[in-house]
């Protein structure tokens, strides 16, 4: 193995002064490690906070041992498998053979793969790592587990991380043991069938936030989309018709006019779904009726893409207070200024613009605010402590009233120059009128589905009533079945 792994994870001075970690029961279960890496010195440390006896096998133990707990014992391989009944292989998989000399001690004992393959590896490899490890000692139960636990998790302990456990074996009794000691350990097991099952395990760890790939892809097409057509307004139309160079705005300005189009777009995104959903269900006249893929995929991904909303607001936030600093915004102020002096005007103040701006900035804090509620409620520690009814209310209501909040946050910044032809520069719309459409769509629809008669209907659809009625049952016309046939 690579130096890396004799490093240790965390300083032997926070091993060390947890008194728990001094000394273990005699009458505690043994158990046995092979390897000396990261995660069996984290292994080792949560296990003998759980009071087991840990016996840990290396190849060269009087280097190891002092990077294990005390009362941790470090010996050599072929005595730490000798008593055991549960051994942890906490080895790489190209070092599996050389265990293969213990091959007579493991005989009937139980064998746990912590192991992870690269992803070259396990695209490599038709066997996971278990399978091949199974293949190898056929006389052993294997067992794959605490692969989607992380080191660091097992040495600060599991309120710190996930406590789930993924186990699978194609022998039950060996899963219940190990569940049994998972559960010792402060984690929750959860059974994944039979050892053929290791294969995913051992892709867990693999995947890069998965549910976040099709938001982040939709976010980022939409930042370059208004990006660009920003940059087409508000730069290049200057430049190529006034011969006025504006290209310092790319930075900050062009930014911060696309955040907020790309967080209102997708939080309309978020709430669009549902629309489209009661849509069918009134159509179809029944909820027992499968949405088309893209729409139950666009469902599930809401979370993800209310949350991405929320960041784009949150920077859009951020950076307009930073659009003072600039020195071209100092600029601008001293030049309206002379302006100002040079037309003799000693009083510059339009009051429709000054409560435009007011309301304006008003509305932007109320639905920051009420994003950042939701940001905060979606997470599991909070969604965990409400009730169904709270979050439904946080998560649909508050996230509808969001919605609302920012379109006439968006209409009071727009005010009439939706209207004014010197807007609509290379004859393109101003951005905010692009904006407006989904999330209008959207509110209408909302607005309908509040009428008395249609939500009347969706409601009795929802609690499983079918526009057909009853299913209706056939008799066979053959009169010695139908005597057959109980009426019951």
């Known amino acids: 193995m690579s130096r890396e792994m004799d ?3 965390i300083s032997l001075h926070l091993v060390d002064s947890d008194t728990s970690l001094a000394k273990v029961p005699d009458e505690a279960p043994k158990v046995g490690i092979l390897g000396s890496g990261d995660f069996a010195r984290s292994l080792a440390t949560r296990l003998v906070s759980s009071g087991f006896k840990v016996v840990v096998g290396s190849r060269n133990p009087k280097r190891t041992a002092g990077l294990f707990p005390s009362a941790a014992q470090v010996t050599f391989q072929e005595e730490a498998v000798s008593s055991p009944e549960v051994i942890f292989v906490a080895v790489f998989r190209e070092h599996y053979s050389s265990l293969c000399s ?3 001690q493991l005989a009937g004992k139980i064998l746990v793969d912590v192991s992870n393959p690269t992803e070259q590896e396990h695209l490599q490899h038709r066997e996971s790592n278990a399978e091949y490890l199974a293949s190898l000692f056929p006389t052993c139960t ?4 605490f692969n989607v636990i992380s080191a660091w998790t097992l040495q600060a302990g599991p309120r710190d991380g996930n406590r789930q456990v993924p186990i699978c074996s194609d022998q039950p009794e060996a899963k219940r043991a ?3 000691m998972a559960i010792t350990m402060g984690f929750m097991p959860v059974d994944m069938g039979s050892l053929a099952s290791a294969r995913e395990m051992e892709a867990m760890p693999l995947r890069l936030l998965p549910a976040w790939k099709v938001p982040t892809l939709l976010a980022l097409g939409l930042f370059i989309c208004f990006y660009a057509y920003n940059f087409v307004r508000d730069v290049l139309q200057p430049y190529v018709q006034e011969s006025k160079n504006k290209f310092f705005k790319l930075p900050v300005s062009v930014v911060n006019t696309t955040l907020p189009c790309v967080a209102y777009v997708l939080l309309s995104l978020v709430y669009l779904p549902g629309v489209l959903a009661a849509t069918l269900q009134l159509r179809r006249g029944t909820k027992y009726h499968r949405f088309p893929d893209w729409l139950d995929h666009w469902l599930q991904h809401r979370k993800q893409i209310g949350l991405l909303s929320f960041f784009c607001a949150a920077l859009h936030a951020l950076y307009s207070f930073c659009l003072p600093l600039r020195r071209s915004h100092r600029y601008d102020l001293v030049n ?3 302006k100002q002096v040079l037309a003799n005007k000693s009083h510059l103040w339009v009051e429709e613009e000054v409560w435009r701006m ?5 509305l932007g804090v109320l639905a920051l605010g009420t994003l950042s509620l939701l940001a905060v409620t979606s997470l599991p520690s909070i969604a965990n402590s409400l009730n169904w009814r709270e979050f439904s209310f946080v998560q649909s209501s508050l996230g509808f009233v969001a919605l609302v909040l920012s379109t006439l946050h968006t209409l009071t910044y727009g005010w009439t120059r939706a209207f004014e032809e010197s807007r609509y520069k290379f004859y393109l719309p101003p951005t905010f009128t692009l904006t407006l459409l989904v999330p209008c769509v959207v509110i209408l629809a909302k607005a309908l589905f509040l009428l008395p008669f249609i939500s009347r209907r969706l409601a009795r659809i929802r609690r499983g009533w079918e526009r057909d009625g009853a299913i209706k049952f056939t ?11 109980s009426h019951v």
């Open 142 to 145: 294997v067992v794959k587990a």
């Open 102 to 104: 213990l091959s007579d």
């Open 475 to 485: 008799l066979p016309t053959d009169n010695s079945l139908a005597e057959k046939t």
């Open 178 to 180: 190990v569940s049994e």
């Open 358 to 362: 007011e309301i304006y900035l008003s």
């Open 7 to 9: 490093k240790p994870l």
């Open 336 to 338: 309206l200024a002379v």
